[in-house]
């Protein structure tokens, strides 16, 4: 079984008590460029497949807005196989606070989905932010992603 890779960037992190609605935000246009082609998917909702599939049908991002943002998340992930990998890179100057925001939103995501989740700083500001920021193995093991 293969996995798939996807990559949300933010070149701005002025609200981050947006950021979840923000990474939810991302999954949806990943999901929509896959659609209709999504992976068959036991774990997934069909009620939720069916409404968003109506979204991506009129060229909208799938967020039925009636879904926790966990639920959200977690669909759209298996919209795209649920075998997957998320790299959230923020590309700015990253103070500590919103730099601890990043990594508990990680954490949130891969709570919520299963998928394996990374924070990249490409500009992160003092050395206390390396203490926090986790190397994830995105291979995970040899029969998840090939």
Do not use: K
């Not at 246009?29 to 997934?44: G, I, N």
Request: charged share 20%; with cysteine.
């Amino acid at each position: 079984m293969t996995g798939r890779l996807v990559s949300l960037r933010w070149r701005g992190f002025e609200r981050p008590s947006e950021f979840l609605g923000e990474i939810v935000t991302g999954l949806a246009r990943a999901s929509l460029t896959l659609w209709p082609d999504w992976p068959a998917c036991d774990e997934a909702s069909e009620a939720f497949r069916e409404v968003a599939a109506r979204y991506c049908a009129s060229g909208q991002l799938p967020l039925p807005n009636h879904y926790p943002l966990a639920t959200l998340a977690r669909e759209l992930t298996l919209t795209m196989g649920g075998n997957l990998a998320v790299l959230l890179v923020v590309e700015q100057d990253l103070p500590i606070d919103a730099g601890v925001i990043a990594r508990d939103a990680a954490g949130w995501l891969a709570t919520n989905t299963g998928a394996a989740v990374a924070v990249l700083a490409t500009r992160a500001s003092g050395a206390e932010l390396s203490r926090w920021v986790p190397v994830v193995d995105l291979t995970r093991t040899a029969s998840s992603f090939e």
